[in-house]
Every structure is written in C-alpha cells, then in structure tokens.
C-alpha cells in the first residue's frame, strides 16, 4: 500500500495546519473564559471568539450579532427545527416542509417533532436530486411556519435553487432554513439576497476542528433558545464557548474566503476530469446528482452488478479512502434515501460509490483513482451473479 488517497471530504476534513496552529494558542496560552471580562486573559478570549463571529458573518453577509456559535451542523439543524416548532406552540402554526434528501439531523428532528403535533411535508426530488418550486407552493398551508431545505446535498452534491425557495417562503411570510453545512466554501452563500432566515453550518467539513458550527438566525425571527444556561450567545445557546474550537472555525472560514475563486475553479476542473475518466474507462455506470449543478468536489456514480461496500474494501487496500451509498456501515442494509429518492432502484443503489475530493489531491491522484476504479471493478464483474446471469440472458 504505497499511496494513501482521502477521497471522504464530504464526511470530514483535515484541520488545516494555519487552523491548528491558530487553535492551539488558546487551550494554554489564552485559555480565559470569555464571561470574565474583568482581567486581560478573559478580554482575550472573548475578542477571538468576536473575531471569528465577524469572519463567519462576512462570509455570508450577515450581521455579527445573527451569528451563533453551536457544536456543529447537527446541532444547529436541532434547533432551527426545535427553536421554530416550540416558539410557534400553541399559535395554529403546526407545519413543517422539507425535502426527502435531507440529512439525517433534519429528517430524524422532523420525526420527533411529530410527537408533539408537527406534521411534516417530504418534497419528492427528480432523478438529479432536484426540488421542484411548483411542488414546494403546493406544499404551502396556512400552518406552514418553516421550510427548511439543503443548500447542497452531501451524497450526490445536487445544489438546489436556493434564491428562488427564498422568494417563495418571503412570500408566504413562512421562515426559511437552509443546512449550508457541504454547501459553505464551496457556494457562493449571500443570506440577504437569498431570503435565507435561518443557516446551519459545520467547521470540519471546511477544514476546521470537529465538534463546532454555527447558526445564522435573521433579526426578527421568532426562535426559542437552545441550551438553557448562562448568558452566553445572547442567551440563546448556554455553556462556555468552545474559544479554541471557535477560533478554528473563523480561521477556516478565513482561508475559504481568501482562495475562495481559485479553489472552486481548481476543485471543478478535477472533479470533471474524474468524472470524464470514470465515464469513459468503466462501462455501466450511472453519474449521481446533477450534471452541473452540483458541489465541485462531488462525484458519485453507481456501478451495475457490484455492491458498493466491495468497493470500498478493494479501494481501501490501494490505500484511497471513499464512502458507499448504502446505510450498511450503521448497521442496515438498505440503501441511502438519498439514492432512492432520485428514482434508482435498490440494485443500482447498493452499487454506488461517492468521491469527494480536497484541495490536497492533485491530477495524477485523480488518474490513479479512475485507473483503480476500472481494475477493482471489472475484478468485481467478474465474479458478478447478477451480471453473468444478465451476459446469459443476452446470449
Ligand atoms: C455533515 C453534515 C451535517 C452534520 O454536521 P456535523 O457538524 O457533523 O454535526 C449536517 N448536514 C449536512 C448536509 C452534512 O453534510
């Protein structure tokens, strides 16, 4: 195992080395707590966590004072859900539309929800994991008080129409939650422009620690708090800020702004030139998501006759590190909802294997992947019963 490929950046990121090295002066150089303003070390605490509130908010032109620090993007999906379903208690307004693409912290916080009297509308997407606009008005009731739909999806990279969502939820006065958590620093995100009231975002899916996020929540939105406690993030979200974790946040969102033009070209062009190689080398597959608009370091095929997850064991013996599209890894054998809900039956499905690409991957990586995918999987059709049983059938 010569070569050691992480093609899994849409699970986790590498901490940047700018980021870490930024982090590690504050667990035991700056390690005040923000709270205590009345000495210098925790005056010092407090302004690297404004200065990561101001970099996040930049970003995506908000005000620093809409910007929330959480644990990460599961916990900020909890309480925009949570938050708008208990401030709307009791007030007629019991309805939640979303899309059945969802990451898991959307669609299992709409479950749960269900216990207490929120209904919830699953928009159907076309086979490129796309929501259709004339659907969503359908969707519309007078109780609808959230939409909350994806900025773009984070297994087969599908970017929605985020603007024109935006302008349908401002004009029902319905608030408008976006997960940005695989779209940050790879989209262009701009909350006002995009009708956007409410945003969850994740540092380590950008280069930054694990365990920290963030939540944009617009001025005026009627949210409840989150975690009850002291007065930190205006009261909103309790406990002592994770100041070294925050400040790895604003740095990664530092660096993403400041190559930002650069690195989407770069990031496109490999990703295409993956894409082309796996088309042309290998025969029947099927491309995942949306020919163009999707993520740019996205690339998600299925493979006709072969089961994802032997795949991945052969990949993992060249030493590249990728993700099926099947849930077998936490412990069930079917296939990811995401795959299913674009219309691919369940064979294909468990065939599937999504790529996403780094910064840090270069063309010749790029070559060698497409090379190993076309030995790993002809080895694979090889021993196929599905595909000799349809060879025979042809004949
Ligand atoms: C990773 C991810 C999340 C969860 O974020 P964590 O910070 O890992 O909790 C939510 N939504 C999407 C789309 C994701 O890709």
Redesign the pocket.
């Known amino acids: 195992m010569s070569r050691k490929l992480y093609l899994d950046n849409?699970?986790?990121t590498r901490v940047k080395k700018e980021v870490l090295d930024e982090m590690l002066k504050y667990f035991s150089e700056f390690y005040g707590n923000p709270s205590s303003q009345l000495y210098e070390l925790g005056r010092k605490s407090k302004e690297a966590v404004e200065n990561a509130r101001k970099t996040v908010a930049d970003f995506i032109n908000a005000d620093e004072k809409e910007i929330y620090f959480t644990?990460?993007?599961?916990?900020?999906?909890n309480w925009a859900l949570k938050g708008i379903a208990f401030a709307n208690f009791n007030k007629g307004k019991n309805h939640i539309i979303t899309t059945k693409i969802?990451?898991?912290?959307?669609l299992h916080t709409c479950e749960y929800l269900k216990k207490f009297g929120i209904e919830t509308t699953y928009l159907d997407v076309d086979k490129y994991g796309m929501v259709d606009l004339d659907e969503l008005k359908e969707a519309i009731r007078p109780e609808t008080m959230l939409i909350s739909v994806?900025?773009?999806?984070?297994e087969i990279g599908t970017i929605q129409p985020i603007e024109q969502i935006g302008e349908i939820a401002k004009e029902h006065g319905i608030t408008f939650h976006v997960?940005?958590?695989?779209?940050l620093g790879s989209v262009r995100i701009d909350v006002k422009k995009q009708h956007i009231d409410l945003l969850?975002m994740?540092?380590?899916?950008i280069g930054g620690p694990?365990?920290?996020?963030g939540m944009f929540i617009r001025r005026g939105v009627k949210i409840d708090n989150f975690i009850h406690g002291g007065a930190q993030e205006r009261g909103k979200r309790a406990g002592t800020e994770g100041v070294q974790n925050i400040v790895g946040f604003g740095k990664a969102v530092e660096i993403a702004e400041r190559d930002f033009d650069k690195r989407v070209e770069r990031l496109t062009g490999l990703r295409n030139r993956l894409i082309e190689g796996i088309k042309n080398n290998i025969p029947d597959v099927v491309l995942n998501g949306h020919p163009t608009k999707r993520l740019p370091n996205n690339v998600n095929f299925s493979y006709k006759y072969v089961e994802g997850e032997s795949i991945l064991l052969l990949l993992d013996m060249e030493g590249i590190a990728a993700s099926s599209g099947s849930a077998c890894t936490s412990g069930s054998l079917d296939p990811s909802h995401v795959l299913l809900a674009t219309g691919l039956d369940h064979g294909t499905a468990h065939g599937s294997i999504r790529f996403t690409i780094s910064e840090e991957v270069t063309e010749e990586d790029v070559d060698f992947t497409v090379e190993t995918m076309k030995k790993i999987i002809a080895r694979l059709r090889e021993m196929s019963p599905i595909k000799n049983d349809e060879d025979l059938l042809k004949k």
């Open positions: 849409a699970a986790t644990a990460g993007g599961s916990e900020s999906d969802e990451h898991h912290a959307i994806m900025y773009a999806n984070n997960d940005a958590v695989q779209a969850s994740s540092a380590h899916k694990k365990g920290v996020g």
